[in-house]
């Protein structure tokens, strides 16, 4: 979620309308090395949006939250570090992604259960998306990523319109704060189960919710 985790676009021509350019443009595209690429590094869980319950309330419980993706091509994984706020506490966990490379989707075992989430590739340069059960308007939910803390006005309206082509409004959207955001000297390891959160985006979970549900 929380945490997390963009290489690939899945296609949402099933769920979007045909009148919205916008949403039409998506395209979907195989996750490669490049992509890999692309994500490794630092990144910031800026804000979600989720219909399903669980995933929605372990979103906002999430104060602020970053992590690192560090590829294993050959290994088709992602390791991944996260540093979330939870409840005016810092949370460390370390854990890895699976790569899916033909869906396009990283996915995390976690709790007993296999979490999956599609990634986005944006336009707008340095940003990528984490969606969750695109085809069920009942679950649906998208997670943002920035490589800064602090997004352009261009970059947060991509967000918003991919928010709309989901079909949820914006103000169902929770975003984090970045004045609550911890450091590595500042962690503790995260307890599992208390503080067991998506995907991951969002992991985040960081993946933050996605990131930690995937």
Not at 48 to 55: E, T
Not at 90 to 118: F, Q
Not at 172 to 178: A, K, M, N, P, S
């Amino acid at each position: 979620m929380a945490l997390l985790w963009g290489l690939a676009v899945l296609s949402l021509l099933p769920l979007l309308d045909a009148q919205n350019p916008l949403c039409a443009n998506l395209t979907a595209v195989p996750i490669t090395n490049a992509t890999l690429d692309l994500i490794s590094g630092k990144w910031y869980y800026i804000g979600s949006a989720f219909r399903n319950p669980q995933y929605n309330e372990s979103a906002r419980s999430i104060q602020a939250a970053f992590f690192f993706f560090d590829p294993k091509p050959a290994e088709d994984k992602i390791n991944l570090r996260e540093y979330q706020t939870i409840g005016n506490q810092c949370i460390y966990n370390d854990s890895s992604l699976k790569v899916h490379r033909e869906n396009g989707s990283l996915s995390k075992h976690e709790m007993g259960r296999e979490h999956v989430a599609d990634l986005l590739l944006t336009k707008v340069p340095k940003t990528f998306m984490l969606i969750n059960s695109l085809h069920d308007k009942n679950n649906v939910g998208l997670s943002f990523y920035a490589d800064k803390a602090e997004v352009t006005p261009e970059q947060m309206k991509e967000f918003h319109d991919a928010i709309e082509c989901t079909g949820i409004h914006k103000s169902e959207i929770t975003y984090t704060d970045e004045k609550k955001a911890c450091g590595p000297k500042k962690t503790k390891k995260k307890k599992k189960k208390k503080f067991a959160i998506t995907e991951l985006m969002s992991w985040l979970h960081f993946f933050f919710f996605f990131l930690r549900y995937m």
